[in-house]
């Protein structure tokens, strides 16, 4: 159901790099973090953590994970805004309850990015949708 999962994590002066990159690892535990180093808008030092996870087993234990964890009907709620044209599916992860190995979904603020590519052919945004949305409902 998924191609694969990009991840972006930015990590901020006042924040611990391996911290943020086990947090990365508590929730994609096969994930292979390559870091960069950034320049913030005030000359401030940012580290971004990046990666992608494509192997099946990998991407649908993430998913497994994520329907175990998260608020299903909000998941499904939001499937319409989160879901671009091209069947990419946005979330957000908050950065310190993935810290504690926990998984919340947010809307907005400094977090753990996620792009997943949902399986859908052709490559539409409604198709993409009815297949998230049947795997939440099935749950």
Do not use: C
């Not at 911290?19 to 320049?39: D, T």
């Amino acid at each position: 159901m998924i191609h694969n999962i990009k991840f972006r994590v930015f990590v901020y002066e006042n924040e611990d790099v391996e911290e943020l990159s086990q947090a990365v690892l508590n929730i994609l535990p096969e994930a292979e973090i390559n870091a960069e180093e950034a320049e913030g808008l005030t000359e401030d030092k940012i580290i971004i953590l990046s990666g992608v996870v494509s192997k099946k087993r990998y991407t649908k234990a993430f998913f497994n994970l994520l329907l175990e964890s998260v608020d299903l009907e909000k998941l499904n709620n939001d499937l319409e805004r989160k879901i671009d044209e091209k069947g990419n599916w946005f979330l957000r992860l908050d950065k310190e309850d993935a810290i504690d190995e926990k998984l919340t979904v947010k809307d907005s603020g400094d977090s753990i990015h996620l792009k997943i590519k949902i399986a859908a052919y052709p490559a539409k945004k409604e198709i993409a949708v009815d297949k998230v949305r049947e795997a939440i409902l099935d749950r």
